[in-house]
């Protein structure tokens, strides 16, 4: 089957060197929204096998914007690894979270030198991902903390990938950006002030396993055994320093100093514990219905079902 993806959305990854060979196995295809720190869970599970020890034949895809919860919804993708909700929240796509393996946030609110701070980016352009993404939603949280309303004194710009709030920010087309590691790092490097961590403000789940509904009902055993895979690549991250730092270095293209830093920056805040993701989900739902304006009471289960990471960690031997 051939399949047509908008082009501002999709870049498919070149992993050929990361590719083995795989007989009788599953086959599906799982997006990445950015290349960046807190999304290697399941290119690294691809690279180091543990997908293939769980019978899963991934292609691995970088999808960006809302293209991958309408691509689910389809069919035309198996899973995501993003945790925006709010599609699900307004009823435009049934999908749900299965998993979280960052259930904090790592990005940074990173301003021009001579801000200095976030209660002088009123009036300012803020660069985010998508509306409906979690660079906004942790953009929202960050400016209510620092006394800022962000209806009204933000300037919020949906640009995308990361590299591209990056680069609009280094060009003087943004007053700040939303960055993620390493490229909150480099910009720091570039004279520019990281305002604000989210990891220091609030707890979300960042990155994790999104599925629809169909594939839920349809093949549990299937979303267990990648779930798997990513607990096996989280533990390998956490445990293997420098084999993950190699990893970093020929997934993102980047020097041994910029790995290690990535690396340094993520890796305590990688933690599949199903508690952490549902107190995350949990905020993030809170804020989602304030930014949708949505008045009703939105239960859990409408956007996340966490019993197969459950299932899947005591298989794994977890209490």
Not at 97 to 102: G, R, T
Not at 147 to 167: C, H, N, T
Not at 191 to 208: H, M, S, V
């Amino acid at each position: 089957m051939h399949f047509k993806w908008p082009k501002l959305f999709v870049v498919f990854l070149t992993l050929s060197i990361f590719t083995p060979t795989i007989d009788a196995a599953d086959k599906v295809r799982i997006s990445i929204s950015n290349l960046s720190g807190q999304f290697m869970t399941l290119p690294l599970a691809h690279k180091r096998g543990f997908l293939k020890e769980e019978g899963i034949d991934a292609e691995i895809i970088r999808v960006t914007g809302g293209a991958a919860s309408a691509a689910m919804s389809s069919g035309d993708l198996d899973y995501g690894t993003g945790m925006a909700i709010g599609g699900a929240m307004s009823g435009g796509f049934p999908v749900k979270v299965v998993a979280c393996f960052v259930p904090a946030p790592v990005f940074a609110l990173v301003a021009r030198a001579e801000i200095k701070s976030v209660p002088e980016l009123r009036g300012k352009t803020v660069g985010i991902s998508t509306f409906g993404g979690l660079s906004i939603f942790g953009a929202r949280v960050i400016a209510k903390h620092f006394g800022l309303d962000p209806d009204k004194d933000l300037k919020f710009v949906a640009v995308g990938a990361v590299e591209g709030r990056f680069i609009r920010l280094t060009q003087g087309l943004l007053d700040a950006a939303m960055l993620a590691p390493p490229l909150d790092t480099e910009a720091k490097k570039k004279g520019f002030n990281i305002l604000a961590r989210a990891e220091d403000i609030l707890i979300f789940p960042e990155t994790g396993l999104v599925t629809g509904a169909k594939k839920i009902q349809e093949k549990p055993d299937e979303i267990k055994r990648v779930i798997r895979a990513g607990v096996k690549a989280n533990r390998y991250i956490r445990a293997n320093r420098d084999g993950t730092i190699q990893f970093i270095m020929e997934w993102l293209k980047i020097t041994k100093e910029v790995a290690t830093t990535t690396y340094d920056g993520v890796v305590k805040v990688y933690n599949e514990d199903p508690s952490v993701c549902e107190k995350g989900l949990r905020v993030m739902i809170d804020e989602r219905k304030q930014a949708l304006k949505i008045t009703r009471d939105f239960a859990l289960s409408e956007v996340a079902d966490l019993s197969l990471i459950r299932e899947a960690l005591r298989e794994l031997g977890n209490k």
